[in-house]
């Protein structure tokens, strides 16, 4: 008796480890740059996460993919994207300083991430208010050009009468490489001793008793696993609606996943081998630009190419379209009208910068179809999830509807998500404001406001 005893006893041991070795304290769901800053951020807190992301580990699709980004910090006062931003450089200076610690040298540098470049924008005079208003009390360093003797005077630029442009000068405002971002933050991650689950796709999300059932299949062999977590980030990008339907439903409704397309163009090398060095230097200093009219135009330098010939990332915030397959659209190939229309823009701004190209000296190099998650207010969400009864749960953070502004603030966006997993706050003023600008309250309202 005394022996079976002993028996059961360590049976039940054995099961309530095993059960327990299942629980997981907090996952993660997505690794682009939202759901990487937020397991970082949590890892950086000492919490035990597990990040799960479908992709392999080199990220080759989804709204992060690609190597640059605009990375600005110009505002308005008290605006929140300025704060976001900022908050974003400050922690990625202490991902780097992480990185390096415990190293016979310095590996990482925020210059592998961030390229300082001053950032162009250019206005019309109906937007003076909108101008007014972003250079009152203006801390950052800017020049501003109201005419078109100041543009030329200024920047060397060529504009109409109608037009007014600001150039923004500081520290890591230029371009960002999410690429590289997110290779760091997944070193971050793995150096704490964290965990990431490549090529890892949930298929199910439910709450059970408390806990979340996480269904999984493996996308290179086919099996299936399941897995329990007291706490659950979903940061799936323009997946969330679908991914979050069981324990957040409203969320589809409150977040639209649109095409938007990108172009990659190049000067052709005998028309860029004849543009002096002054030209190049002015083309160089003048990226990444923000046209702000209807479309808005924006453009930045990718990369360079083997003949360091920049590579001109070309796009249009308000050119999106509809998506019929979420899994195909960034297979989706550009028109020759979205083509053109990078190629007419990019122009416009290469002779606004008195350089000497024509029509045909740009070629088209490639281009790729991408997906803004969008909110109505064009505002992303970094909240808590508000169960059936309207109750708030605690243990399950949502964060998406990034639009096209959420790269420049990914580490303060992963911050927030992970305070709310962990019940932190933050006295200051601007952290609260940009808590309920993007957080619980609003979603609460938000989901008030669907069907009305
Ligand atoms: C064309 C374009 C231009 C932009 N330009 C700028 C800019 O200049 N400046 C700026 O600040 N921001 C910009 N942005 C915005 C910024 O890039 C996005 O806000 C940001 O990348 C969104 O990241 P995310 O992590 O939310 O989404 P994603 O990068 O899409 O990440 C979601 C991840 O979840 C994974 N996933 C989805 N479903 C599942 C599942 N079921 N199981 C496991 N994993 C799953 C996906 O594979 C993906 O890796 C731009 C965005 C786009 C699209």
């Known amino acids: 008796m005394k022996y079976f005893a002993v028996l059961l006893s360590i049976a039940l041991t054995l099961i309530s480890c095993s059960s327990k070795e299942e629980l997981e304290d907090v996952v993660v769901i997505g690794g682009g740059l939202m759901g990487s800053s937020t397991a970082w951020e949590l890892t950086k807190y000492g919490q035990n996460v597990?990040?799960?992301?479908?992709?392999?580990?080199?990220?080759?699709?989804?709204?992060?993919?690609?190597?640059?980004?605009?990375?600005?910090?110009l505002g308005p006062k008290e605006d929140i994207f300025s704060f976001l931003q900022?908050?974003?450089?400050?922690?990625?200076?202490?991902?780097?300083?992480?990185?390096?610690?415990?190293?016979?040298?310095?590996?990482?540098?925020?210059q592998d991430i961030y390229t300082t470049s001053p950032v162009t924008y250019i206005y019309s005079q109906s937007q003076l208010n909108n101008v007014e208003n972003l250079l009152d009390g203006q801390l950052d360093?800017?020049?501003?050009?109201?005419?078109?003797?100041?543009?030329?005077?200024?920047?060397?630029?060529?504009?109409?009468?109608?037009?007014?442009?600001?150039?923004?000068?500081?520290?890591?405002?230029?371009?960002?490489?999410?690429?590289?971002?997110?290779?760091?933050?997944?070193?971050?991650?793995?150096k704490s001793g964290n965990r990431i689950d490549y090529?890892?796709?949930?298929?199910?999300?439910?709450?059970?008793?408390?806990?979340?059932?996480?269904?999984?299949?493996?996308?290179?062999?086919?099996?299936?696993?399941?897995?329990?977590?007291?706490?659950?980030v979903a940061a799936a990008g323009p997946y969330n609606g679908t991914l979050v339907k069981d324990v957040a439903p409203y969320f589809s409704d409150l977040i639209s996943p649109e095409r938007l397309f990108l172009s990659f163009l190049k000067i052709k090398s005998d028309k860029y081998n004849m543009l002096t060095s002054e030209q190049i230097k002015r083309l160089k200093s003048s990226y990444p630009v923000a046209y702000l009219n209807s479309d808005i135009f924006y453009s930045m330098i990718e990369k360079y190419d083997e003949s360091n010939r920049p590579l001109l990332k070309v796009g249009g915030h308000f050119l999106r379209t509809e998506i019929e397959d979420l899994d195909r659209v960034w297979?989706?190939?550009?028109?020759?009208?979205?083509?053109?229309?990078?190629?007419?823009?990019?122009?416009?701004?290469?002779?606004?910068?008195?350089?000497?190209?024509?029509?045909?000296?740009?070629?088209?190099?490639?281009g790729y179809s991408c997906v803004y998650s969008l909110t109505e207010s064009e505002i992303p969400y970094v909240s808590?999830?508000?169960?059936?009864?309207?109750?708030?749960?605690?243990?399950?953070?949502?964060?998406?509807?990034?639009?096209?502004?959420?790269?420049?603030?990914?580490?303060?966006y992963g911050l927030i998500a992970a305070d709310f997993?962990?019940?932190?706050?933050?006295?200051?003023?601007?952290?609260?404001?940009?808590?309920?600008?993007?957080?619980?309250?609003?979603?609460?309202?938000?989901?008030?406001?669907?069907?009305?």
């Open 50 to 73: 597990l990040l799960i992301e479908q992709q392999d580990s080199v990220y080759t699709f989804g709204s992060s993919f690609g190597e640059a980004r605009i990375s600005r910090s």
């Open 86 to 110: 900022q908050t974003s450089v400050k922690e990625t200076k202490h991902l780097i300083d992480f990185l390096n610690r415990g190293e016979l040298q310095e590996l990482h540098s925020m």
């Open 141 to 190: 360093k800017y020049e501003y050009a109201s005419n078109k003797e100041e543009a030329e005077e200024k920047f060397g630029m060529k504009i109409s009468d109608t037009t007014m442009v600001i150039r923004e000068y500081k520290q890591y405002t230029g371009t960002l490489n999410p690429k590289v971002l997110i290779k760091k933050l997944h070193q971050g991650i793995r």
């Open 199 to 232: 090529n890892q796709k949930v298929t199910s999300l439910k709450k059970e008793d408390g806990v979340y059932k996480i269904k999984i299949i493996d996308t290179k062999t086919g099996t299936n696993k399941t897995i329990m977590s007291k706490k659950v």
């Open 331 to 366: 297979e989706k190939e550009l028109t020759k009208q979205e083509i053109l229309w990078s190629k007419k823009n990019t122009l416009d701004y290469l002779n606004k910068l008195e350089l000497p190209i024509e029509l045909y000296d740009l070629e088209f190099d490639r």
């Open 384 to 412: 808590q999830a508000v169960n059936n009864y309207k109750e708030v749960d605690s243990s399950f953070v949502l964060i998406g509807g990034m639009s096209g502004v959420g790269a420049k603030g990914s580490l303060a």
């Open 421 to 452: 997993v962990l019940g932190n706050d933050n006295n200051s003023l601007m952290y609260q404001k940009a808590k309920s600008v993007l957080g619980t309250q609003r979603l609460m309202n938000d989901i008030d406001n669907i069907d009305k």
